[in-house]
């Protein structure tokens, strides 16, 4: 994939993320600590909230956004808000407090569907559109305008709002795929469509974004498909954390942006990220979660841990960290881990000992290796621990 401009990310996971059904909303130093940490992985920009929910929600994007201010903090802030003045006067407030530009992103539901569900006729639409852009960017606040459900849209209805939030004003236009509908090549034609609309205003430095849902675990693939289509700046949230099943996930976004040679973040902190969103969220993190999961740079299995092993011991970890993962664990903090089970060779034993600095005697590598077969899971380190202690223990003696 080539790509010449740079590409931006947006993290949604304080705003669309904590929609989650099953998440809980963090608390104020929960919220800036996962702030603090997007900033250390080069993100661009947070949605820090949607202050018109109510007065929790006010304050935290006053006091997040304050933050960014008194810390002088890399990463850009923006809110959600509905295409409603009242929405919009806390984000003006949320700005004039904190002394930065906070965005504004406007969104209004675009596809026939929610049309007919909500009511409304286009020249509604744009009517509400062009008041609130307008609004907002009298107020100085900088506009992304944002359709929901614009993989579902008419495209003449796509056309009509993106020209008339254009022409009030918005410097960006954010493409949705709000229930998660898309496919990569969908992905692209919209974004091909989109991208002359906008040329057709004549406004160049409208710039535009995409964010996805994953309702059919397309979430990354969509997201790259926008990348590679062109978009200026991709959503997504930490765990993929959302609406029903959730969004892109933002993680996986960069680690993946970050192999195909697009950006070159420090991604070391990202199990940081995705902890840190697990535990104040109360969303579980899986073991096999791709990257950050505990699974996910262990092996026990013979042939597998055999050719990680060959490689340690010629000391070389690029090799170690290559030979048997797509992903290097050195790039996202993390470092490659033989386990002991009952698919594990004698060589598992022994690479275990000798990292920990354990004489491995023939008695003892049998006793672990005997213990491990007769197993149905791998053996926890404390479990080969209590294997060694005992042994030792006994052999003292």
């Known amino acids: 994939m080539h790509r010449e401009k740079i590409i931006e990310f947006d993290d949604e996971s304080l705003r669309d993320g904590l929609q989650s059904p099953s998440v809980r909303d963090p608390n104020i130093n929960e919220k800036i600590q996962i702030l603090h940490l997007m ?21 935290d994007v006053i ?29 003006v407030e949320a700005s004039q407090v904190s002394g930065i530009p906070v965005e504004a992103c406007l969104f209004i539901g675009s596809s026939p569907i929610r ?61 949705c795929d709000t229930v998660g509908h898309v496919t990569p090549e969908g992905t692209r034609s919209l974004l091909a469509y989109v991208a002359q609309v906008v040329r057709s205003t004549g406004r160049d430095y409208v710039k535009i974004d995409w964010h996805g849902h994953r309702d059919r675990g397309l979430g990354v693939a969509n997201a790259l498909a926008a990348v590679d289509a062109g978009a200026d700046r991709i959503h997504g949230t930490g765990l993929g954390v959302g609406e029903r099943v959730g969004n892109c996930e933002m993680d996986l976004l960069l680690v993946n942006c970050k192999l195909l040679g697009l950006i ?3 991604l070391r902190k990202l199990p940081d990220y995705c902890e840190a969103i ?71 034993v022994l690479f275990w000992l000798e990292r920990r600095g354990i004489a491995a005697s023939e008695e003892l590598v049998q006793e672990i290796f005997d213990r491990a077969k007769k197993t149905d899971r791998l053996l926890s380190d404390e479990e080969v621990q209590e294997i060694v202690d005992h042994h030792l223990a006994t052999h003292s003696s």
């Not at 104040?280 to 990680?308: C, K, M, Q, S, W």
């Open 39 to 59: 900033n250390d992985l080069g993100i661009h920009t947070a949605d820090i909230g949607l202050p018109g929910a109510g007065p929790r929600a006010r304050k």
């Open 115 to 175: 049309q007919y569900a909500e009511d409304w006729t286009i020249d509604r639409m744009l009517k509400h559109t062009e008041e609130a852009v307008s609004y907002a960017v009298s107020e100085g606040l900088p506009v992304m305008y944002v359709t929901e459900d614009t993989t579902r849209a008419d495209p003449e209805t796509i056309r009509q709002l993106y020209t008339t939030a254009v022409e009030a004003g918005a410097s960006r236009v954010c493409v």
């Open 264 to 266: 070159d973040n420090d």
């Open 278 to 348: 697990a535990k104040a969220t109360g969303v579980p993190l899986p073991r096999n979660y791709p990257v950050i999961g505990e699974d996910a740079f262990e092996t026990a299995t013979g042939v597998h841990a055999a050719a990680v092993i060959k490689a340690f011991k010629k000391g070389d970890s690029w090799l170690a960290d290559r030979v048997y993962c797509g992903v290097p664990a050195s790039e996202v903090g993390r470092e490659q881990k033989i386990r002991i089970g009952y698919m594990s060779g004698k060589s598992n």
């Open 63 to 91: 006091r997040l956004a304050k933050e960014i201010a008194d810390q002088k903090l890399s990463i850009g802030a923006n809110c959600a808000a509905r295409t409603l003045r009242v929405d919009i006067e806390p984000i």
